[in-house]
Structures are given as C-alpha cells and as structure tokens.
C-alpha cells in the first residue's frame, strides 16, 4: 500500500495569512522560533529565529460532529509546503505518535487507535492501520500534546478494501 502524507494545505494557510487570523478568529501573530517547534505547513522542526505562527487548526474542512481543532506552529510567511507526499515525514519518525482513525463515515475507527513509541515502525503501523477495511484516513497526533502532526491517507484508495 502506497501512502499519502498530507500537510495542512497551502490554500487554507494563505488564506488565513491574508486575513491576519486562523480559522478561529486568532490573530496572525509573528513569533520567533526557539528551534523545537514542529511546523505542519511543511512537517520539519524550526530552525532558531525562523518566523512562525501559533495558529489553532482543524484538519476536517467541513463541520462534522468529531471534528477537533487544536493549537499548531506554522510559518509566518508562506513556504513550500510538504511535498514528499509518498513518504513518512522524517522529523516525525522518532516520535510518540498516536494514530487516530477514522471510518467511511468519518466517525472515530476506536478499534484501531495505535499509539507508537520511539523505537516502532511508524510506517508500518501506519499501514496496518490504513489497511483495515473499516478505515478511511487517519490523523497523526502527537502522544504528548495531543496536537495534529498531519493527515495519511491510502494513495491508491485501496483502503477499505
Ligand atoms: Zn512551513
């Protein structure tokens, strides 16, 4: 199974940079990275003195009962984006994640919540859990902070299948 990696999309954060505030109303706040942060625009750690955004953020772009909205850091100024969409973003692999997926009908797939430590193999994991027929998509959050890492998905629509 092929996966799809995607970032918070470059259309959603223009627009907001242009409105000078998230989807919920926060401004558009310069702030100067120390080098820890995890940006979603692109799925890499900031560099120190990088300008970026603390900005709220959903991943579900339409409403929807489990939908969640939660605190990320993004640039300040538009970047590229994420474009090695076919691979598990590296700054990522290292980390306590928990894999939260969702059905056909975009409810919470409770049976297949996977939490992962350092030492798993994410994208294994990852694909274990595309591969339940039941699964749709899955969000990749952050164990400690529970914040939105980004969205996987099957590249070939094979999932469910
Ligand atoms: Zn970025």
């Known amino acids: 199974m092929e996966i799809q990696y995607t970032a918070i999309p470059v259309e959603r954060l223009e627009a907001m940079r242009e409105e000078g505030k998230d989807e919920f109303g926060n401004k558009w706040q310069l702030r100067v990275a120390e080098g820890w942060e995890p940006l979603r625009c692109c799925l890499r750690k900031a560099s120190q003195d990088e300008d970026i955004a603390l900005i709220c953020y959903s991943p579900w772009d339409s409403a929807s009962p489990w939908m969640e909205a939660g605190p990320v850091f993004v640039h300040y100024e538009a970047c590229a984006g994420y474009s090695a969409t076919d691979q598990y973003p590296a700054s990522h692999l290292r980390s306590k994640a928990i894999l939260n997926p969702f059905d056909h009908t975009g409810a919470r797939a409770y049976d297949h919540i996977t939490f992962l430590g350092n030492e798993d193999d994410h994208e294994a994991a990852l694909k274990d859990v595309l591969s339940q027929p039941e699964v749709a998509f899955v969000h990749v959050r952050s164990q400690e902070a529970g ?14 299948r």
């Open 147 to 160: 914040c939105f890492h980004f969205l996987a998905t099957s590249r070939d629509g094979s999932a469910g």
